[in-house]
Nanobody
């Protein structure tokens, strides 16, 4: 089965930056990849995603601060997070759409302190 390997989460001061990476370990190419996040008591929400033509979508709350990109040959997606805010604190989950199926990573914690 496809597995997603995530990295880059951690603790950062407000206004700082982090870069998340996620690689789909699969012989199949990913159709689309993205990042979602979730806080306790809230439903999981889209942060950013990138499709087969490099078209991107961002949550309004991160527009202008986050940038998503991918290396298709490596089945890897990156999320550059700048100007981080305390409210960005959440568990971030990598997502991939592979051969018509959804695949989720285990999640990586991002904590922003003031």
């Amino acid at each position: 089965q496809v597995q997603l390997a995530e990295s880059g989460g951690g603790l950062v001061q407000a206004g700082g930056s982090l870069r998340l990476s996620c690689t789909a370990k699969s012989i199949y190419s990913t159709y689309a990849m993205g990042w979602y996040r979730q806080t306790p008591g809230s439903q999981r929400e889209l942060v950013a995603r990138i499709g087969p033509n490099s078209r991107t979508d961002y949550a309004d709350s991160v527009q202008g601060r986050f940038s998503i990109s991918r290396n298709s040959a490596r089945n890897t997606v990156y999320l550059q997070m700048d100007a981080l805010k305390v409210e960005d604190t959440a568990v971030y989950y990598c997502h991939a759409y592979v051969r018509g199926s959804d695949v989720w990573g285990q999640g990586t914690q991002v904590t922003v302190f003031s």
